[in-house]
């Protein structure tokens, strides 16, 4: 273990996130997940396969720099949505904060919020991002990520204890 | 070569750790299961991370300052995990996408989108999400306002707002 390690790591996810600001600045892709996957681990290994097949790296160093680059890039992914969607109680929080001590009432929230914010950018990306695909008759159905997604979370909630959501 | 394949014991037994924390502290402290509280979430968390740090304290290292280090980049990568969980947990709860899906597996003969908006529309979140929050004590009652009360959750909701603005996203018609 060495410092070499940490530079290596945090470096290669950085360019890999300097990738996906440029990438998103300039164009924002359909596929959001794929499009991410590819900056933040898929760009980043690349790159700490070829330092070490340069010789730059060890193989031991470039294992670890590996999984470090990898950990901070997954982190980012699954926190990535909660900028992206703009979260209802996100934005209720920020709605309820500016009102100040006297407060926002729930129909002041209902007129604020439309329907458009509240759920148009997911049901978007549902589809784009391939968790569920539409027929010509646009009904969705799940699509085997969805399917997956939905089976994995699951598995893990009634692991930990936990009901299925309210939504 | 001993010390990576501890560091990845000590990485593939987070998440085991983690939830058999979550439902020992949901059966002896049991609340409202449905509606989970972030500190259950959190708390097992982070203490699934304090216990397998001190286990790499004992096996990863062969001097003191090698132990530093290796602590230090499991102490990282188990807070990737960390924050994994979190999330994980947090947007199955009131994750808008995940209920989508639940809501399209539950229709048979497929949903159109129109229907999944009825379904799940701006008075339903608005009332989960109000409840929630003020459960939590983020928000307050008074008279028929909803009052801020916690300032966390108003900082780590700008901090969001900084981050979508930052890649382009608008939360608000502004």
Redesign the interface.
Same mark, same amino acid.
């Given at each position: +273990?060495? !410092?070499e !390690?940490?530079i290596t790591g945090f470096s290669a996810c950085l360019a890999g996130w300097l990738l996906h600001?440029a990438w998103?600045?300039l164009s924002?892709p359909v596929d959001d997940l794929r499009a991410l996957v590819a900056c933040l681990i898929v760009f980043p290994a690349a790159v700490l396969v070829v330092l070490f097949l340069l010789g730059t790296l060890t193989l =031991?160093a470039c294992?670890?720099s590996l !999984?470090?680059s990898t950990?901070?890039g997954?982190?980012y992914i699954?926190?990535y949505?909660?900028? =992206? #969607? #703009?979260?209802?109680?996100? $934005? +209720? &929080? *920020?709605i *309820?904060?500016r009102?100040g /001590?006297?407060?926002? %009432? /729930?129909e002041a929230? =209902?007129s604020v919020? &439309? /329907?458009e914010? $509240? %759920?148009g950018n %997911?049901?978007e990306?549902?589809v784009g991002e391939r968790?569920?695909s539409e027929?010509t008759?646009?009904?969705? /159905?799940?699509a085997p990520r969805? =399917?997956r &997604?939905?089976k994995l !979370?699951r598995l $893990?909630?009634h692991?930990?204890?936990?009901?299925?959501?309210?939504? | 070569m001993t010390d990576i394949v501890q560091l990845l014991i000590i990485l593939l037994l987070y998440f085991p750790v983690t939830v058999l924390i979550n439902r020992l502290q949901l059966t002896l402290f049991p609340v409202r299961k449905s509606l989970p509280a972030q500190g259950t979430i959190a708390r097992s968390a982070i203490f699934a991370l304090v216990l397998l740090l001190v286990f790499g304290g004992l096996v990863l290292g062969q001097s003191m300052a090698a132990k530093v280090l290796w602590l230090f980049y499991t102490f990282i990568i188990l807070g990737c995990l960390l924050l994994l969980y979190i999330s994980v947990m947090c947007v199955s709860e009131s994750g808008r996408r995940f209920y989508f899906m639940l809501l399209v597996e539950q229709a048979d003969d497929g949903i159109t989108r129109e229907e999944l908006q009825a379904a799940y529309g701006k008075q339903h979140m608005l009332s989960v999400r109000l409840e929630r929050l003020c459960t939590w004590g983020v928000f307050v009652k008074s008279g028929s306002s909803y009052v801020l009360r916690r300032q966390t959750a108003y900082w780590y909701s700008r901090f969001f707002h900084l981050w979508g603005s930052l890649l382009g996203f608008k939360w608000f018609q502004e």
């Open positions: +273990m060495s !410092i !390690i940490f600001f998103w600045r924002r =031991q294992f670890l !999984i470090l950990g901070l997954s982190a699954f926190w949505p909660a900028a =992206q #969607a #703009a979260s209802p109680t996100m $934005l +209720m &929080t *920020v *309820v904060a009102a /001590e006297s407060g926002c %009432s /729930e929230l =209902q919020l &439309t /329907e914010t $509240l %759920s %997911s049901l990306s549902l968790f569920a027929d008759e646009g009904k969705l /159905e799940l969805g =399917q &997604t939905l !979370i $893990l909630r692991s930990a204890g936990f009901e299925d959501p309210k939504g | -």
